[in-house]
Every structure is written in C-alpha cells, then in structure tokens.
C-alpha cells in the first residue's frame, strides 16, 4: 500500500493556475460545499489579484486541486482550498499546501491565517495535521447554512 501511495502522489503535478483553468476549478468547487462558494469569473480573476499564490494539482493533464491565497506585508490568507472528490485522501490538498507556504516563507510572511467552516471537521483536521491551530471564531461567516468559521493561523518563522 505504501508504494500504491507513493505512486498516487509522484503522479501529482503542482503549478501555477491559468485563467484556461477557471471551468475545472469551478467544478470541483460545485463538489465542495465547505470551500468558498466562487464565480468561474472570480476564479478566472484570482491568479491577478496583488500579492496571490493561485496553483491547481494536475493528474494526467486533469485538473483536480486548487488553492488560492494572497499575501499583505507580512501575512498571508488562504481563500480557497478544494479537490476533486475522487482526489480527496490522496495528498493533493497537502501538496498545494505546502507549495503555497513555501512560496509564502521565500517571500518572508510571517503569520498565513484562514477561515473554515465549524463544522467541517475533516478540514480542521487538516489544517490543524499541516501546523495551523485554532485562533479565533467567526460568528455568522458563512451562509447556505448560516454557520460561524473557526479562525487558523500557522506561524512560519521564528
């Protein structure tokens, strides 16, 4: 099994979003009710925004994974993180993670925060299995069920 899963993840390809990857994404949002619920346009717009780190996981020329983060001084925020339902488990999510950060520490931030929704309990888990922890709570974030965000941040220098 373990090499079953290190095939899956050699296979995983991390690069920078286009704007020809806005209808990919947008669908693997629509399998994703816990991300932020973005236009095809927003997305298409997002790799444009000032300080942002947009990356999508590819398998086989598919994409299956997107993150999409911005930086401001010397934070950063991640906005938006989802994979394809039949990805999920894989280390997709991780992987852009890690890219993300690590674009984040060569551009010195300090602190990269992100909202998610209280009752998702296995993206708290994830965040929290990446070195996030909790911070904060958000009452009434959320909308299409109204619901409260749990505040994380993760440190990235000491």
């Known amino acids: 099994?373990?090499?079953?899963?290190?095939r899956e993840q050699a296979a995983i390809t991390i690069r920078a979003f286009a704007p020809s990857d806005a209808a990919a994404v947008a669908g693997i949002l629509k399998e994703s009710p816990q991300a932020a619920d973005w236009t095809e346009a927003s997305i298409r717009d997002s790799a444009g925004w000032r300080?942002?780190?947009?990356?999508?996981?590819?398998?086989?020329?598919?994409?299956?994974?997107?993150?999409?983060?911005?930086?401001?001084a010397d934070q950063a925020e991640i906005l938006n993180l989802?994979?394809?339902?039949?990805?999920r488990g894989k280390g997709e999510g991780g992987a852009l993670l890690?890219?993300?950060?690590?674009?984040?520490?060569?551009?010195?931030?300090?602190?990269?925060?992100l909202e998610v929704r209280e009752s998702n309990e296995a993206g708290i888990a994830f965040y929290t299995k990446h070195g996030f922890t909790q911070r904060d709570m958000r009452l009434n974030y959320y909308r299409n069920p109204d619901e409260a965000a749990v505040v994380m941040e993760k440190k990235l220098t000491s």
């Open 98 to 113: 890690k890219v993300a950060l690590d674009e984040f520490r060569a551009r010195q931030v300090t602190y990269v925060f």
């Open 82 to 87: 989802a994979v394809s339902l039949a990805k």
């Open 51 to 72: 300080g942002s780190v947009a990356l999508v996981s590819e398998r086989e020329g598919k994409v299956t994974g997107y993150l999409i983060a911005r930086q401001v």
């Open 1 to 6: 099994m373990g090499a079953e899963t290190e």
